[in-house]
Every structure is written in C-alpha cells, then in structure tokens.
C-alpha cells in the first residue's frame, strides 16, 4: 500500500473504497467529543446542492482534532422510473437539470471541500478523497445518459502539501481516462436526432445549465457552496 507522507493512499485500489457510513451533524459533533484520537473517515453525504445541512457536514467532520485521511461520498438520485415515466418532456428537462447541476464535481468544488474540512490548513487533514456518486433508474433513460453522468461526478484526491504553490494543496483527478472517454462519447452522439430533441437531450440539458460557446462537456462548472460569507466554487442557483 503505497505512502503519501505518513499517510496511506486509498488509491491502491482505484475504485473499490471500504465501506462508506451515513452520520448526522450531531453524531459527528459527538465523536469529536468522545473519539478525539479517531484519524480517519469513510462518511456518505446527502448531496444537496452545496446548502447549509451539506455544509455542516463538512464543518462537523472538521472538529475532530485528529483526523488526518478523509473518504466522502457525495450522493444524489434522479427519482424513480414510475416518476419519469407520467413527466413531460419539459418537466424531464427540468428536472435533468436539477440532478446534474447537483452531481457535478469539478476540481474547484473538492479544493473548497478540503478547504472547510480541513479548516483552511488550520485543522489536522491532510488527504481527502472525494467521489460524486448517483443513482437513477433504468427503465427510461437512453444509454447515453451514463457517459453524460460520468462527464460530471468524477474522483478527487485533495492532499495537504507545503511545497504547493496553490494554498498548500494538490488536486489530482482519479480516472482521469474515463472522464476522457465519456467526454468523447458524449460529443459523438446524434443530439440533433428527433428523439433526442423531444425527451432526453442531454446536450441541451448542459447548455441551459452553463450556457457558452465552448464545447458543453468540457465547459461546466460545480455549484457553490452556501458558506454564509459568499459563494466558494461554481454556479450559484
């Protein structure tokens, strides 16, 4: 298992994490109280578009005084397939743009994440792995709709390192491969096809999201999270 200072990389095997748990705000603030030796955390976050209930998660994880090595999750669903089945394709449209404006994680979003857990450098984190992760039903999506997900929730490692020029971080992307791919799958696609046009235009989901003259896969950025002092990353609902 190879090192990153005194610290493990959870990277030794890419995509399989140990099992992640779902704490409330307060159990966290509880083991700060009661497990304050505890060094590192697996934690599942309900992704709710960077609010203030998100916040706190990130704020509760950043008391504990030890910790050294975060892993999050960053959750968010679509709905049911009974749902989508009685939508319009207006209401589809709207509501596609709720779930992937909520899923999407850029580099700028997990370096503002780290910035809170690990209280701007001032707390005890130093490596923080982050992944975006959603589930959706199958029923009545077209195939096309996981490379478009893909384009979004994508893998961060967020480490502590003096010698950086950026606030003392490093961002790296895992898979950065994959997310090439479906980029490149997306912009392949016929998005000018009826069918398309009329329910699941994922194109044209994108551009009303983050309207622009480059390409929509690779022009996005994360929403902000609610920080009570202004926005920190991304769009602002």
């Known amino acids: 298992m190879p090192y990153l200072g005194d610290i493990y ?3 030794y095997v890419e995509d399989a994490i140990p099992a ?12 700060a109280d009661r497990c304050p030796h ?3 955390m697996y934690v599942d976050v309900q992704r709710t578009r960077g609010d203030r209930r998100e916040m706190a998660m990130y704020r509760a994880l950043s008391k504990l ?11 968010c669903s679509l709905g049911s397939d009974a749902a989508l089945g009685g939508m319009t394709p207006k209401d589809i449209k709207k509501l596609f743009e709720q779930a992937f404006s909520n899923c999407a994680l850029d580099e700028t979003l997990a370096r503002a994440i780290f910035d809170v857990v690990s209280r701007a450098g001032q ?3 130093q490596y923080l792995r982050i992944e ?9 999506l077209h195939r096309s709709f996981d ?5 979004l929730t994508r893998k961060w490692v967020c480490q502590r390192a003096c010698a950086s020029k950026l606030n003392g971080v490093v961002v790296r992307e895992i898979d950065a491969n994959g997310t090439q791919l479906a980029i490149k799958q997306c912009s392949e696609d016929d998005w000018v096809n009826p069918w398309y046009r009329r329910t699941q235009n ?3 989901v994108f551009k009303s999201l983050w309207p622009g003259n480059d390409p929509p896969w690779t022009d996005w950025t994360s929403l902000a999270l609610e920080t009570g002092d202004g926005p920190e990353s991304g769009i602002v609902d």
Not at 20 to 31: C, P, R
Not at 132 to 140: D, E
Not at 147 to 151: E, I, L, P, T
């Open 9 to 11: 990389d959870p990277e």
């Open 20 to 31: 992640l748990f779902t704490f409330s705000v307060d159990a966290l603030e509880v083991m």
């Open 38 to 40: 505890l060094e590192e």
């Open 65 to 75: 005084p030890r910790l050294k090595r975060v892993v999050l999750r960053l959750s």
């Open 123 to 125: 707390g005890s984190v």
């Open 132 to 140: 975006s992760s959603f589930t959706c039903p199958r029923q009545n």
């Open 147 to 151: 490379a478009a997900v893909r384009v």
């Open 202 to 204: 994922y194109e044209a």
